[in-house]
């Protein structure tokens, strides 16, 4: 057998006569593993992919028509959800993530996602605008009902969807934390993951060799197209993004749903999935992935820093098992994504293709890869207590009276850190202390020390230490890290000289 | 928080020291807990317990073993608004909530202690109690 090699032209023609094999990204991992990629990529044509999960890269752009007298809009609530107008009189941008006012009586829970989700249910959307009055748009204010049917335009318009990559959030701090990773309970007592494993888009053409501008894809229930890149897109590391989008009139709410994540806030789950032409073996390989093989990596959300730290290594399919281990403890894990209704977009893309309802297309021009993903630029950096963090005078537990005296006067200091023999943290002293102690006859450190601590924490911002001084009224506060070991000491004196006023 | 609501039958206790017993099952755990409501009446001794939400299931099983009876606060999933990410699964203790072979949420009932531990998980607010 030749080496394979197809066109999307050739694909297509088989499209149009009823030939075309299409089959799912799930299916063609067996196809590949029972036939080799070389005849797999002989059958089959086309592998479709879908996913769907939680995309805060998400939005519309509406445009409503005009009213008489005409407004030129100056602020807009959908349902008492801000929309975005910067642009011609009676278009408007409303973004997946902008909340509801919090005067409004649908309460926190709603936001620019579940707007978009009741256009696509059809449902009757409440628009108040507001405006400024011109000599061409004299209008001031404008109140209405309407549905998507009323509307001229509304074009789902993602700027950031699909990510190529996703990390998985745990917590090592002992607070439960409320993130866009969801709900992650204290000392590592779960994780979350995103994304659809094996049958996520971009992990089954990695280099985006077949995806590009003018791509066509499933997008919400309807057809959409990649734009382009989408912001933050980096292929250097592997974390490529899509701009897409698509008719909003011919989406279904079915894969489009708004979402709300407790304390963080709204967003919308977005159903798309992107069809793989198998113009050769390479791409019949790449499209057999399978969860085994796709890696991501476990970061720390504890630390609320842009580079959270690793915690391990693992694959999609350790994530799926809903157990993975970190440092001894079994943790369960699970997704944000759904993985049922990923399955189902594959599924719905393959019959499509299939009944000649869904052509494939060549890109306009490949996606660019050399874009990298920069860290905002900052005037002035936030300082972290690591960056004054200073050598703390220790005693331990056992030592008297005489010994801390004598040790506050040799150091010229005001606070002594107690710790124990594996240097943990074990209590507080102030020369106050020392001095209470001296009139009530104590002798050991033990007895005069301060058990409850106040404590910070390397990665914490030197504004949050200062104000819990300020908050708990101390005067320094021992810097420890997540095992209650101590690695320093901060003072009130320290900040002192650090302000500039 | 995690509200427990216990009933210690009355043909199981002779006197009101049993009522100790109850805490003191909650003392060897060492979990912190509230007492928000103590009564007598002809079921038996009604406590009403505030702990933890996390420390919910494993101070239910202790207390259920000691034979104390437990009004479970059972949750109910909203089927309609539910989109099976799945993301309360991890979040359950007592493996309530799971995945069917279809990857469609499936809620076991007789298993939920009623910690409510999900419920501000749900990105859908689709558990209600």
């Known amino acids: 057998m030749s080496d394979v090699s197809k066109t999307i032209e050739e694909i297509n023609q088989k499209i149009n006569d009823g030939s075309v094999c299409v089959v799912t990204a799930e299916e063609m ?3 590949v593993k029972e036939k080799g990629k070389k005849i797999a990529a002989n059958e089959v044509d086309v592998v479709t992919t879908g996913t769907f999960g939680a995309m805060c890269g998400s939005g519309a752009f509406l445009n409503f028509g005009h009213a008489d007298p005409p407004i030129k809009m100056e602020h807009l609530w959908l349902n008492d959800v801000h929309a975005y107008h910067g642009n011609a009189a009676v278009d408007a941008y409303i973004g997946a993530t902008r909340l509801s006012n919090r005067e409004s009586d649908r309460g926190e829970f709603y936001g620019g996602g579940h707007v978009i989700e009741d256009l696509v249910a059809r449902r009757i959307i409440h628009l108040k605008g507001t405006a400024y009055a011109t000599d061409c748009y004299p209008r001031t204010y404008i109140e209405t009902d309407f549905t998507i049917e009323d509307l001229n335009q509304a074009i789902l318009c993602n700027p950031r969807n699909g990510y190529q990559r996703y990390n998985s959030a745990t917590n090592s701090t002992k607070r439960t934390l409320y993130t866009y990773m969801g709900k992650l309970l204290p000392e590592f007592g779960n994780a979350t993951f995103s994304g659809a494993g094996e049958l996520s888009p971009l992990q089954k053409d990695p280099t985006c060799r077949t995806i590009g501008i003018g791509t066509r894809i499933f997008l919400g229930g309807g057809t959409g197209y990649v734009m382009g890149e989408g912001t933050q897109h980096n292929p250097n590391n592997d974390f490529r993004t899509l701009f897409l989008k698509g008719n909003m009139k011919e989406m279904s709410s079915e894969f489009l749903k708004g979402a709300y994540f407790t304390k963080y806030g709204c967003s919308l789950y977005v159903g ?9 073996e390479h791409l019949a390989e790449s499209c057999a992935r399978t969860n085994e093989q796709i890696m991501t990596q476990v970061v720390d959300y504890g630390v609320p820093r842009r580079t959270r730290p690793k915690i391990l290594d693992v694959s999609y399919a350790d994530l799926y098992s809903g157990e993975i281990r970190i440092n001894g403890k079994d ?6 994504s759904s993985v049922r209704k990923a399955r189902q977009i594959a599924g719905l893309l393959k019959d499509r293709i299939k009944k000649g309802k869904f052509y494939l297309t060549n890109p306009v021009a490949t996606l660019p890869d050399d874009t990298e993903f920069k860290p905002m630029k900052v005037r002035s950096e936030v300082k972290f207590v690591d960056s004054i963090i200073k050598t703390a005078v220790t005693c331990n537990v056992k030592d008297d009276i005489k010994y801390v005296a004598n040790l506050l006067l040799k150091k010229n200091t005001n606070h002594i850190i107690v710790i124990d023999e594996k240097n943990k943290l074990k209590g507080f002293l102030t020369s106050f202390d020392i001095a209470r102690g001296v009139a009530k006859g104590l002798n050991l450190v033990k007895d005069m020390m301060m058990k409850k601590v106040f404590t910070t924490s390397p990665n914490m911002t030197v504004a949050e230490a200062r104000r819990i001084m300020a ?7 021992p810097v420890i890290d997540k095992n209650n070991r101590v690695l320093g000491i901060i003072t009130a004196e320290d900040l002192l000289r650090m302000s500039k006023h | 928080m995690g509200i427990l609501d216990l009933t210690f039958p009355r043909n199981e206790f002779k006197g009101l020291d049993d009522y ?3 805490i003191n099952h909650i003392l ?5 807990f509230t007492i928000l409501k103590f009564n007598l009446n002809e079921s038996g001794i009604a406590v009403k317990l505030d702990v933890p939400t996390e420390k919910v299931s494993q101070v239910t099983q202790t207390l259920e073993k000691a034979g104390i009876k437990i009004k479970r606060q059972v949750i109910e999933i909203d089927e309609e608004l539910c989109i099976d990410c799945g993301q309360c699964i991890a979040l359950c203790n007592t493996g309530a909530l799971c995945f069917d072979e279809d990857s469609k949420l499936k809620f076991c009932e007789d298993k939920c202690v009623g910690c409510h531990l999900c419920v501000d998980a749900c990105p859908r607010q689709a558990i209600k109690y």
């Not at chain 1, 943790?331 to 944000?336: A, I, R």
């Not at chain 1, 908050?471 to 506060?477: A, P, Q, R, Y």
Request: charged content about 25%; glycine content about 4%.
């Open chain 1, 272 to 280: 798309f999935g992107i069809p793989i032409p198998i113009l050769d």
């Open chain 1, 29 to 31: 991992i067996k196809i």
């Open chain 1, 331 to 336: 943790v369960k894990v699970s997704s944000l």
């Open chain 2, 28 to 32: 060897k755990l060492d979990v912190p």
């Open chain 1, 471 to 477: 908050h708990k009224d101390v005067n320094s506060l």
């Open chain 2, 20 to 22: 100790e017993k109850i």
